[in-house]
């Protein structure tokens, strides 16, 4: 099992940044891919960002240029840098984790990331 625990929601500025973390432990390595998903109130979930255990990456078109994404194996943590944030980045933020055995996927239980105008 997998356990993830994000940190670093909060409340922000149109225009403003946040940084958030997430923590993974447990049978670690079996994960391979890691993202960051997020949900609106009345939208389904969405992909934000993801990155492989090589550092490839992923960026859904609408936080190109604006989001980072990167990721510690040494310190099991993936970090997701958001700059220039828009109230329509306003969702709950889940960290996700790909692993190669059952049930190969695993979710954190989600960070509140509020863009003010």
């Known amino acids: 099992q997998v356990q993830l625990v994000e940190s670093g929601g909060g409340l922000v500025q149109a225009g403003g940044s946040l940084r958030l973390s997430c923590a993974a432990s447990?049978?670690?390595?079996?994960?391979?891919?890691m993202g960051w998903y997020r949900q609106a109130p009345g939208n389904q979930r969405e992909l934000v960002a993801a990155i492989t255990t090589a550092g490839g990456t992923k960026y859904e078109d609408f936080v190109k240029g604006r989001f980072t994404i990167s990721r510690d194996n040494a310190k099991n943590t993936m970090d997701l840098q958001m700059n220039s944030l828009k109230p329509e980045d306003t969702a709950v933020y889940y960290c996700?984790?790909?692993?190669?055995?059952?049930?190969?996927?695993?979710w954190g239980h989600g960070t509140h990331v509020t863009v003010s105008s």
């Open positions: 996700n984790a790909e692993a190669s055995k059952w049930p190969y996927n695993y």
């Open positions: 447990g049978s670690i390595e079996s994960i391979h891919t």
